[in-house]
Every structure is written in C-alpha cells, then in structure tokens.
C-alpha cells in the first residue's frame, strides 16, 4: 500500500502523469492516486502503463493505463480525449517522460592531450559525440515536456487551479560529467518552467518543477551498480558526495511532489525549480 508523507485531498481531481510507467513516475502516480486523485497513467509502452494503473486500482485507487508518444502532437491529442472521456478534464500534468541516450555521453570525464592524437577503441570524446543521439536528448526531455503541456494546459486553462508539475534535474544547476547533452536538456526544462509560470499566471496555472538528484532507475542502473549489485566507481564518487550517504528512492520525493500539486499548501508558489538531492548541491567535496 502507498504511504503518505503527510495528507492532502486530491479528491475530484484529475492528474496525468507522463512517463508513468517508469521507477519514479510510477512512485508519483501511486502518490497522486493515494490522495485521491483519478490518474492517467501515460507512457510510450502500453504495458507498463496499464501495469502501474492496475497497480493503483489493486490498492483502491483510480486509475487507467494510456499509450502515447510524448513527442507526437496527434498521439498527445488523443490521448487527451481519451483521458477526458474516462476521468473529465484535466487539473494535474506532470511532465515526468525523459531520460538520457549513450550517444549523448562522452566515455571519460576530461578530455586529455593524449585524446587528439590517439583514438582508443569504443572511446567517445567530445569530438564524436553523435548529433543525432543529443537531439533525441534535448527532444525527449524538452519537445518531451513542451508537447504535453501545449496538448493538456488547455483544460487547466480553463478552470481554475490548474496545477503544472515539470521533471528537472540537479544537472541543470550543476552540469554532470559525461552527460552533457541530458544536463543542458535538463537546464532547459527548467528555463522553460520559469517561463510558462509566468506565461500561464493571468489563466490561474502554476507551473513548478522538482530537480531530482541521484536516483536508481532502469536508465542509470548500469552506470551505478555492477552486476553483483555493489557501486560502480562513479556510484561511489556520488555517494561521497551526498552529506545523507545513499542514493534517493520514489519515497524520497513524494512529499514534494505533494506540496507542488495542492493549491492550498503551495498556491503562492510558482515558477521555482526544489531540489531534492539529499544534500548533494551543497557539499563543496571538502
């Protein structure tokens, strides 16, 4: 069963959540549908999302399962209709699709002198970085997030509380090594968040993003743990990083994912990016 951090009454609304089918945005449609909500569950793969809404339904929540491509404005579109013919109009879009490509990621964090002039076998440098692996990047995580918004903010926009939730990253205040590409993508979500706070005020919309730090999920898990599950080097290096000394887990944001959501705890708040990194941001590494 979900457990709350804390109670809030969801109760009439309807959320969308997309990437649900995912480590962390299944977390946050199970969250939404604890409180009350009726929720969407939205993901490219049908399966996954059908999963975690009969997931929620097992638990008595409400939910349903819908396939689409969060980068296809017409698979958006019917989407919508088909969220609006099950649950009515919608209060709650949490942009949570996204990720990373490897063909955005450079293999070593510096780039050396010895890397011009000698090309080792399956090492990528920023010279090879492959163009159309960053646009998928930016695509995924920006397109990703712009398209939904443009398809669903029109039922926030015309009733009143209509709540925007977008998925940032502390890349985007802090670019990551090896992952330019998805840290410039991540900065632009959150650019973009500011700037749709603002656009969406006089319609009555909040718009507002959580910036994850670091999380285990079904992207990242070969980068952080070897196959006997023990932390990969670069695992251990962000470990030493984090003052709380463990990676977060889909618990770890529920209750800001709930403050954001509710008019009445946070109606005031809009256009900020909260960072949830144990702590991450603020160690200096001495």
Not at 168 to 180: E, G, H
Not at 241 to 248: A, I, K, L, V
Not at 249 to 260: F, H, K, M, N, Y
Request: net charge negative; glycine share 12%; with cysteine.
């Amino acid at each position: 069963m979900t457990k709350l951090p804390f109670q809030i009454n969801l109760a009439g609304k309807v959320a969308v959540v997309t990437g649900g089918g995912g480590v962390l945005c299944s977390g946050f449609s199970k969250v939404l549908a604890a409180a009350g909500a009726k929720v969407a569950v939205l993901d490219l793969r049908e399966e996954a999302a059908t999963k975690i809404a009969d997931e929620i339904i097992a638990e008595g929540g409400t939910a349903a399962g819908f396939a689409c491509n969060v980068l296809e404005k017409d698979s958006m579109e019917a989407a919508r209709e088909a969220v609006n013919a099950k649950f009515g109009t919608v209060d709650i879009l949490v942009n949570g699709a996204g990720g990373n490509n490897p063909k955005g990621n450079t293999s070593k964090e510096y780039l050396f002198p010895e890397d011009l002039t000698q090309k080792a076998e399956g090492v990528a440098t920023f010279f090879d970085l492959d163009i159309t692996g960053i646009r998928f990047v930016f695509d995924l995580n920006f397109l990703g997030t712009l398209i939904p918004t443009q398809v669903f903010a029109r039922d926030l926009a015309e009733k009143d509380g209509g709540v925007i939730l977008n998925i940032s990253s502390m890349n985007a205040f802090r670019p990551l090594t090896k992952i330019p590409a998805y840290s410039a993508a991540k900065a632009a979500v959150s650019n973009f968040t500011q700037w749709l706070a603002v656009h969406f005020a006089p319609v009555g919309i909040r718009v507002n993003a959580m910036a994850p730090g670091f999380f285990i999920t079904d992207q990242n898990r070969g980068l952080l743990l070897n196959a006997d599950g023990s932390y990969t080097a670069r695992a251990d290096k962000i470990i030493a990083h984090t003052p709380q000394n463990r990676f977060g887990t889909p618990e770890d944001l529920a209750g800001t994912l709930l403050w954001l959501v509710d008019n009445g705890a946070s109606g005031f708040v809009n256009g900020v990016v909260v960072p949830v990194d144990g702590g991450f941001a603020a160690y200096s590494g001495v």
